[in-house]
């Protein structure tokens, strides 16, 4: 089984500032990971994704995450935010096994608010 | 190459009909995935198909259906709407691998209003 935490359902930065969100995963096998946004009435776009090569992973528009298996964590990070970055954020994951084909685990979403 | 195209995007129904949603994926993916997302419960699993065949799918009622297509194009079809069917509906497609961990591509969703 596997299953995926968002810690906040909201994260408030000011434009300029840190982003953090987190996200913490539990599995019995080693797990793909992955970081998506959605703006609003959009699809999902993916950010970035972690697939046990290297544990800190970037992404797109400066996004990163960090893999930590002690912690089963998989936190995203940007250095300064942008008021563009306003938008909800998902972290998935999955695991290759014959039972779980096709099937990825969603967070339940962190909507991130930039303010000028 | 163009991306995964939903149809319709926005759509209104009334309690008892039924409603059939399209997806066709990325020219050369073979899996097709569908989500329901609502603000209450986010996003969910519904099925997943690949080659034709549905591979898994999530816990939803029987009313929730799907298939897929050997152009790999898939529709899902709800049947006696309910109100709490209302909700934004997801296909994403990817590569296809056997085991299916790679990254998925949305569409950008076909918006469902039952009255």
């Known amino acids: 089984a596997q299953s995926v935490t968002q810690l906040d359902s909201h994260v408030s930065v000011s434009e300029g500032t840190p982003v953090l969100l987190r996200c913490n995963y539990s599995?019995?096998?080693?797990?793909?990971l992955f970081w998506y946004v959605q703006h609003p009435n959009k699809g999902l776009q993916l950010l970035l994704k972690y697939t046990s090569a290297a544990t800190l992973v970037k992404g797109i528009n400066g996004f990163e995450a960090e893999f930590k298996k002690s912690e089963t964590s998989f936190h995203l990070t940007k250095p300064s935010a942008h008021m563009s970055d306003a938008a909800e954020y998902f972290c998935v994951v999955s695991v290759a096994l014959w039972t779980n084909a096709g099937k990825s685990t969603f967070g339940d979403g962190t909507t991130l608010t930039v303010k000028p | 190459k163009a991306g995964v195209t939903q149809t319709p995007r926005y759509l209104i129904k009334t309690r008892g009909q039924q409603v059939t949603l399209s997806c066709s994926p990325i020219s050369g993916h073979r899996s097709v995935s569908w989500y329901q997302q609502t603000p209450g419960q986010g996003l969910q699993f519904l099925f997943e198909y690949f080659s034709e065949t549905q591979r898994n799918k999530g816990n939803f009622p029987g009313r929730f259906s799907g298939r897929q297509f050997s152009n790999s194009r898939s529709e899902m079809n709800v049947s006696t709407l309910e109100l709490g069917d209302s909700a934004l509906y997801l296909c994403?497609?990817?590569?296809?691998?056997?085991?299916?961990?790679?990254?998925?591509?949305f569409g950008e969703g076909s918006r469902l209003t039952v009255l």
């Open positions: 994403a497609s990817s590569q296809g691998q056997i085991l299916n961990t790679g990254e998925l591509f």
């Open positions: 599995s019995s096998y080693s797990p793909s």
